[in-house]
Nanobody
Framework: QVHVVESGGGLVQAGGSLRLSCAASGTISGINVMGWYRQAPGKQRELVAVISSLGGNTNYADSVKGRFTISRGNAKNTVYLQMNSLKPEDTAVYYC?????????WGQGTQVTVSS
């Protein structure tokens, strides 16, 4: 069993910044990908950013490149998403994801709202 918990969402004005945190616990392989996804009202869930096990490889959605940074924490199985220059279209529920032993695990999501 794997438990994933996100935190750090909130309300921010356009141009502002937020930092999301995620911690995964349980039976997790040493080789696991972690990532952030988001889902806006009426839209499908989409990839925001993913990072490899050791943090050497990252991948971003085109819409967030240059504004968002995903990173691994010092604590095992933690990941952060630093979001700068936020736009109203970044408003969504943000979900943390980990893939371990061939299975996907999701957090409950954290709301990010960007006002114009």
């Amino acid at each position: 069993q794997v438990h994933v918990v996100e935190s750090g969402g909130g309300l921010v004005q356009a141009g502002g910044s937020l930092r999301l945190s995620c911690a995964a616990s349980g039976t997790i392989s040493g080789i696991n990908v972690m990532g952030w996804y988001r889902q806006a009202p009426g839209k499908q869930r989409e990839l925001v950013a993913v990072i490899s096990s050791l943090g050497g490889n990252t991948n971003y959605a085109d819409s967030v490149k240059g504004r968002f940074t995903i990173s691994r924490g010092n604590a095992k199985n933690t990941v952060y998403l630093q979001m700068n220059s936020l736009k109203p279209e970044d408003t969504a529920v943000y979900y943390c994801n980990t893939i371990t032993y061939g299975r996907n695990y999701w957090g409950q999501g954290t709301q990010v709202t960007v006002s114009s």
